[in-house]
């Protein structure tokens, strides 16, 4: 197998997001950009820093950075949004490293009113 040097994984990983994901986004109403690295700390670890915006305004409503195992449950982490709401991301990869999913639910007043989730292929994070 092919091993690519850390920083260009990195690289690939956030030109692949970013080329993807916002076409899948605009119709819930939230842009997202990932940036997922493999920890250099851990082995097994992956390391993601998430903008999460309203697609509409272009606001930054959370920037949530969360380590998480590959192949267990998704890490979640809850912030609130500038306006006093509330927005949850969850994510998790694969047992073998090359499948991340991602899940942004966004509530105002008590009342979904954005969400989304994405599954994408990054065979070139694969360990």
């Known amino acids: 197998m092919h091993r690519f040097p850390l920083r260009s994984l990195a690289l690939m990983v956030v030109f692949v997001l970013v080329a993807t994901i916002p076409t899948l986004v605009e119709a819930a109403g939230l842009t997202v950009e990932l940036d997922l690295a493999p920890s250099t700390e851990a082995a097994g670890i992956y390391e993601v820093t998430a903008q999460i915006q309203d697609a509409e305004s272009g606001e930054t409503l959370s920037v949530p950075t969360v380590a998480f195992p ?7 982490v809850t912030s609130s949004t500038p306006t006093g709401g509330i927005l949850e991301f969850k994510i998790s990869i694969s047992s073998d490293g090359t499948t991340v999913t991602y899940a942004v639910k966004r509530q105002e007043g008590g009342e979904v009113i954005a969400s989304q989730k994405a599954t994408i292929r990054l065979s070139s994070l694969a360990e």
């Open 70 to 76: 590959k192949g267990e449950d998704p890490a979640s």
